[in-house]
């Protein structure tokens, strides 16, 4: 209670999903969070991404706050889903509708023929990023060198593509041909839409470039899960933004929880290995009661099961989460 008798907003450790609109980049959703969070007199938290977004990509953005950045690298990592459409005939040197056309062709796919070169595109591939990306040749940041007229070499990357399907509906030209097509995506990290899409057109005979992208999931989370920056805005002026708030343990679905004793939370804490103890081998959720301890590794060795800590919280009851 605060000395007028109201309660203390809630600790804010876990995620906020943004549902991202067209224009800001990821830094600038990271930072309307910061907003919201001191228009609610929330206090200080460290807040990140989890995963970027360009300015003309919409979608799904998980914002960490507090503890919940520790897991952001993870969020990274994490296989991403996307809906985006292709504009055949026109190819620009971003890959995107930002840039200057670089190449046009008149050949138009069908549907069918789109639908038979998917496959091509689908499990194990190789991959060269865009140009203007944030990817580092040299030292220097790719995007950073294509605006400046300079010619350099990205080389091939391997990423995988998990599902790969057409949206029913689409623009048609004349008779079947397709002016455009929308599709729908599985990615794993590094995977560029912008050149999945490129090289798409290209096995079609054709060139082409993103008019639409729309991340529909990161990770666990999902577009349902997401709310616009009016809500956000609303919310935080409404001092209830805890109601948007997930779990920290939201970020962790695929690993198993490893219930332990305070004793045994304490050595964690400390930053000490425990020895002995019963669990999957493997990373695992140590968990106190119902306060996340730690990210632990547990490892089979020739003294029995080890469990080190990976990623340390520092939580210690169920009102920081």
């Known amino acids: 209670?605060?000395?007028?008798?109201?309660?203390?907003?809630?600790?804010?450790?876990?995620?906020?999903?943004?549902d991202k609109p067209l224009g800001p980049g990821s830094t600038d959703i990271v930072s309307a969070v910061k907003r919201a969070l001191k228009a609610g007199s929330y206090g200080k938290y460290k807040v990140g991404h989890g995963g970027t977004l360009d300015p003309l990509a919409s979608g799904v953005l998980p914002v960490a706050l507090g503890e919940a950045t520790k897991l952001s690298g993870r969020m990274l990592d994490a296989d991403k889903a996307y809906d985006f459409t292709i504009g055949f005939g026109i190819e620009t040197d971003t890959l995107d509708a930002e840039g200057k056309a670089v190449a046009t062709s008149d050949e138009r796919p069908t549907r069918a023929a789109l639908q038979a070169v998917l496959a091509d595109f689908t499990g194990p591939i190789e991959q060269v990023p865009p140009a203007y990306s944030a990817l580092k040749i040299d030292g220097e940041r790719a995007y950073d060198r294509a605006r400046a007229g300079e010619s350099f070499e990205i080389k091939t990357r391997p990423v995988t593509i998990h599902r790969l399907e057409i949206v029913e509906g689409g623009e048609t030209g004349e008779g079947d041909a397709l002016a455009e097509a929308t599709l729908s995506c599985t990615v794993s990290k590094g995977t560029y839409i912008r050149s999945l899409a490129r090289d798409i057109a290209r096995a079609l005979g054709t060139v082409g470039h993103v008019t639409?992208?729309?991340?529909?999931?990161?990770?666990?989370?999902?577009?349902?899960?997401?709310?616009?920056?009016?809500?956000?805005?609303?919310?935080?002026?409404?001092?209830?933004?805890?109601?948007?708030?997930?779990?920290?343990?939201?970020?962790?679905d695929d690993i198993p929880a490893l219930p332990v004793t305070p004793d045994q939370?304490?050595?964690?804490?400390?930053?000490?290995?425990?020895?002995?103890?019963?669990?999957?081998?493997?990373?695992?959720?140590?968990?106190?009661?119902?306060?996340?301890?730690?990210?632990?590794?547990?490892?089979?060795?020739?003294?029995?099961?080890?469990?080190?800590?990976v990623r340390?919280?520092?939580?210690?009851?169920?009102?920081?989460?």
């Open 212 to 252: 639409m992208l729309r991340r529909t999931k990161a990770g666990p989370f999902l577009l349902s899960q997401a709310i616009l920056l009016d809500k956000l805005e609303e919310l935080a002026k409404a001092r209830r933004l805890e109601t948007a708030l997930l779990p920290l343990t939201a970020g962790l």
């Open 312 to 321: 340390g919280f520092n939580l210690m009851s169920k009102e920081d989460i």
């Open 265 to 309: 939370a304490r050595a964690l804490r400390e930053g000490r290995r425990l020895i002995g103890i019963a669990a999957p081998t493997g990373l695992n959720l140590a968990i106190e009661g119902t306060t996340p301890v730690a990210l632990v590794e547990v490892e089979d060795l020739d003294h029995g099961l080890e469990v080190k800590v």
């Open 1 to 18: 209670m605060t000395a007028a008798g109201t309660l203390q907003p809630r600790a804010m450790h876990g995620w906020i999903i943004i």
